[in-house]
């Protein structure tokens, strides 16, 4: 038995259910929300209806995830993400809005992933709970965005051969880390990176939480900033 498999016969799956934070400034959807959170197993451990209350509770209750709306009153979802920083919650926007300045502007703050309020409810539950597991999940067509804004900064920010020259320097990792750090930055998912390396969904989250890890990094997106800044979501050549 291989390491990878030994790994995953001694997980074990969570002992207690996801908490979230639901942050809204309409009564309805945000009651609406809360209920269909909650009917799915997902425990609620507190609402908001503003940018500060937000902030406040996120630091009191300190969720696994925060699903916030983007346009808070007092404090636009952005600043939210920005106060929240040091928290190891993962934020996941769910707006009205899918204009690309504000998915842009989310992103870069800190959020983890996009969603806009005309998924289906199904639709958002699996999204907390992919957030839950570290995943970046988008509304199709956002994460190209994301990834191409990305891309176009590490462009910016550095010259193509120091790209070039920090592609192999990650001494922190493992072959099979900088591997899997490589899909990611393509924008696969954890499910589309398990069937292309032949390994399980779980071993793949282990990798990408062991880098975080060494890595010193919060959420995937921070991840796929750092591999495109080294040239990570081209093919090896």
Not at 40 to 61: C, F, I
Not at 142 to 164: I, K
Request: hydrophobic letters at 40%; glycine letters at 6%; charged letters at 25%.
């Amino acid at each position: 038995m291989s390491q990878e498999q030994s790994a995953d016969a001694t997980e074990s799956p969570a002992q207690r259910p996801t908490t979230v934070l639901v942050a809204d400034d309409h009564p309805l959807w945000l009651g609406a929300l809360e209920r269909d959170l909650s009917a799915a197993g997902l425990s609620v451990v507190a609402t908001a209806a503003d940018g500060p209350a937000t902030v406040r509770r996120a630091k009191a209750t300190r969720p696994d995830v925060l699903v916030l709306d983007l346009n808070l009153p007092d404090l636009r979802g952005d600043e939210v993400c920005r106060a929240l920083g040091d928290l190891p919650t993962r934020i996941l926007i769910l707006s009205a809005s899918g204009e690309q300045a504000d998915v842009l502007a989310a992103i870069k703050a800190g959020a983890t992933g996009y969603l806009v309020k005309s998924a289906h409810p199904e639709e958002i539950v699996e999204a907390v709970r992919a957030t839950a597991r570290g995943e970046a999940v988008f509304t199709p067509g956002l994460a190209g965005l994301v990834l191409g804004e990305f891309t176009r900064m590490a462009d910016e920010d550095s010259p193509e051969e120091e790209a070039s020259d920090d592609r192999a320097k990650i001494p922190e990792l493992t072959d099979r880390e900088i591997e899997v750090l490589r899909l990611v930055a393509t924008g696969m998912s954890y499910k589309e990176i398990a069937a292309e390396l032949v390994i399980s969904h779980r071993t793949v989250q282990n990798h990408v939480q062991n880098t975080l890890g060494k890595l010193h990094m919060h959420n995937r997106v921070e991840l796929v900033r750092f591999a495109i800044a080294r040239g990570l979501e081209t093919p090896e050549s």
